[in-house]
């Protein structure tokens, strides 16, 4: 232990002369050395000076330029988007105004065609009903004629069945009747 | 015994340097480097384009404007006190590169442990405030400065004499000492460890265990050299930062 404490010693001393300084030489240690004082107040006040006077300003000029660079081109920015914007609530509002057109033209056109297909059903309807009409008149004539037809034979067959059977020929008109009669049930 | 194997140099061993020539020490060159290395590095800024993006010097001297705009003055004094930036940037400048030099090999010793920086920074910064409270109070400044608004009138007497003390005598003692003080503190930490630490390496003893025992204070020495980093840029602040709420206080009383 005793080699430590003269090592510290020796090293104690050693750098108190590295120093320059005696042990315990020079003023204490809180009090200012005014060489130190003049060069450190020198220093700063040579320091401060262009600083304030040379220094920051030029430095603060180009920061203040570029910022203000900056500052712009972000308004450029909002503007131009402000303006894109615009665009494209015009362009939607023309996009609606044509779809609103679209949609009048389509409908106006979905009613046209609706009173056209009204129009063609009801003269289609019309047209059947006539032809139905005539078809049926056309039916009936023919049936009214077959009818005629076979009354003329059952009246002509009766006629000639009573006068075969009575060797005189039946009033026609009675013949006629009877027939009616007949073809009636 | 044990008190003797660890009794410390004398400490102005520590503290005074040889004259590198007549009247300039140490502290001197530490002094005039700080200004030198300020004013190169805004110098070299300025010349930089300052229409791209700050890099490399015009970055680092935008960052420290910046710092000391947004994270000092417009925190303290508003945009009123924007005028006060080149001197606040000038204090803090110069007191970190004088704090520095305690961890930078070779130079180890901070400027600002020795009083006579910090007692002119600190007196400057007095009579900086002063002179900002006069211009703008006029002679109403010592009034304000002792009595502040709201004080009864029973207590004026006892509040003026504290506030007189406070303000006036204690402010520039308070700006030196805890400048001066917590570098010389960290000086002084960090010959302790590295003595230490050398010592225990180069002990001539038949103790085995003495010499690994050296990692302890080695281990020390570099947590605290990390640590003055911190509290080089920290004090720096701390007294740019009480410069401008005393510069504000004097501009502005209200506030």
């Not at chain 1, 030029?58 to 900056?70: F, T």
């Amino acid at each position: 232990m005793l080699t430590v404490v003269n090592h510290l010693q020796g090293l104690a001393s050693r750098l108190a002369t590295e120093a320059g300084v005696e042990a315990g030489e020079g003023p204490g240690p809180i009090v200012p050395e005014l060489k130190e004082l003049y060069w450190g107040a020198g220093s700063f006040i040579v320091f401060a000076l262009l600083m304030r006077f040379y220094l920051f300003p030029r430095l603060k000029q180009g920061m203040d330029a570029r910022y203000a660079g900056i500052r712009a081109d972000h308004e450029q920015a909002d503007a131009a988007r402000a303006a894109a914007r615009a665009e494209v609530a015009d362009y939607e509002a023309q996009l609606a105004a044509v779809k609103a057109e679209a949609a009048a033209k389509v409908d106006a056109a979905r009613q046209a065609l609706e009173a056209e297909r009204q129009e063609q059903v009801k003269a289609l309807n019309a047209q059947l009903a006539e032809r139905r009409a005539a078809a049926q008149a056309e039916t009936e004539a023919a049936k009214a004629a077959v009818r005629d037809q076979i009354h003329a034979a059952v009246a002509d067959v009766a006629g000639r069945a009573g006068e075969l059977a009575t060797g005189r020929r039946p009033d026609a008109t009675v013949v006629a009747r009877v027939v009616n009669e007949v073809m009636a049930r | 015994m044990l008190a003797e194997a660890f009794k410390f140099p004398e400490i102005n061993a520590i503290l005074r340097w040889q004259d590198i020539f007549t009247s300039f020490n140490k502290i001197a060159l530490i002094a005039v480097a700080a200004a030198v290395i300020g004013i190169v590095v805004f110098l070299l800024a300025g010349n930089k384009d300052a229409k791209v993006a700050p890099k490399g010097v015009r970055n680092l001297a935008e960052t420290t404007v910046e710092f000391i705009e947004d994270g000092i003055v417009m925190q303290t004094m508003g945009k009123s006190g924007l005028g006060w930036t080149p001197f606040l940037l000038s204090l803090f400048i110069f007191i970190y590169l004088c704090n520095v030099p305690g961890i930078i090999p070779i130079l180890q010793m901070p400027a600002t442990a020795r009083m006579a920086i910090p007692m002119f920074l600190a007196l400057l910064v007095w009579v900086v405030y002063n002179g900002v409270g006069f211009k703008h109070q006029g002679i109403k400044y010592l009034t304000h400065t002792i009595w502040p608004p709201g004080v009864p009138v029973a207590l004026k007497p006892l509040v003026g004499v504290i506030e007189f003390i406070s303000n006036i005598i204690v402010r520039p003692f308070s700006l030196t000492v805890r400048l001066f003080a917590n570098m010389l503190a960290g000086h002084i930490l960090l010959v302790t460890f590295a003595l230490l630490t050398q010592s225990l390496i180069t002990a001539e003893t038949q103790q085995l265990l003495l010499k690994p025992m050296a990692i302890l204070p080695f281990f020390m020495l570099v947590f605290l050299t990390a640590f003055e980093v911190l509290v080089a840029f920290l004090q720096a602040y701390i007294f740019t930062i009480l410069t401008a709420v005393y510069i504000g206080g004097a501009a502005h009383p209200e506030h």
